[in-house]
């Protein structure tokens, strides 16, 4: 091994885990987290980490907010 990474040139990575899915691209992501199942596999103490975890639609720009506290979906859902 060489210690050396590439690129494989992908625009986004889907992700799911458990009842929750993830679109994440170099300045977004996106959750759906089934609020009706609980996310066993993440249930193990990181939720707290997260101040909107069991919030069915998340959206995150993740240039100007990193630590993912900003729910831009909730935002968007409460101004309409």
Do not use: C
């Amino acid at each position: 091994a060489t210690g050396s990474a590439t690129s494989l040139n992908r625009d986004a990575i889907y992700a799911e885990m458990d009842f929750d899915i993830a679109v994440i691209q170099k300045e977004h992501k996106l959750v759906y987290q089934d609020t009706t199942n609980i996310n066993y596999l993440a249930k193990s103490g990181i939720y707290g980490s997260y101040p909107n975890w069991r919030q069915e639609y998340q959206l995150y720009d993740l240039t100007t907010d990193e630590l993912e506290s900003v729910n831009l979906a909730k935002k968007r859902t409460q101004s309409s």
